[in-house]
Nanobody, 119 residues
Framework: QVQLVESGGGLVQAGGSLRLSCAAS????????MGWFRQAPGMERRLVASIGYRSTSTYYTDSVKGRFTISRDNAKNTVYLQMDSLNPEDTAVYYCAAKRSGSVNYSSWGQGTQVTVSS
């Protein structure tokens, strides 16, 4: 199983930007599909964005389209989430996750990083 460590969270004002990073180790990173999830207090964890193992396919939930960009650098075993035009509704713990190529479910999870957007 690949191990994942997120970084880059913090406190930002509405309209600001953050870039989250997720460093992977212990597996063949380039063979995993990667996703960013978020969980707000009292809410379910939901998929925000995902990227295929060759970066040829991406997905964004409607609420972040045009504001967030997911990317990966297989040479650095890292996936990123660039978040622009942040608003208070984006406040949540953000989790990085990995799934093996061809799998439906994400099998590896990071510990999460807090993103707080003040109004």
């Amino acid at each position: 199983q690949v191990q994942l460590v997120e970084s880059g969270g913090g406190l930002v004002q509405a309209g600001g930007s953050l870039r989250l990073s997720c460093a992977a180790s212990g597996g063949t990173f380039s063979s995993y599909g990667m996703g960013w999830f978020r969980q707000a207090p009292g809410m379910e964890r939901r998929l925000v964005a995902s990227i295929g193992y060759r970066s040829t396919s991406t997905y964004y939930t409607d609420s972040v389209k045009g504001r967030f960009t997911i990317s990966r650098d297989n040479a650095k075993n890292t996936v990123y989430l660039q978040m622009d035009s942040l608003n208070p509704e984006d406040t949540a713990v953000y989790y990085c996750a990995a799934k093996r190529s061809g799998s439906v479910n994400y099998s590896s999870w990071g510990q999460g990083t807090q993103v707080t957007v003040s109004s």
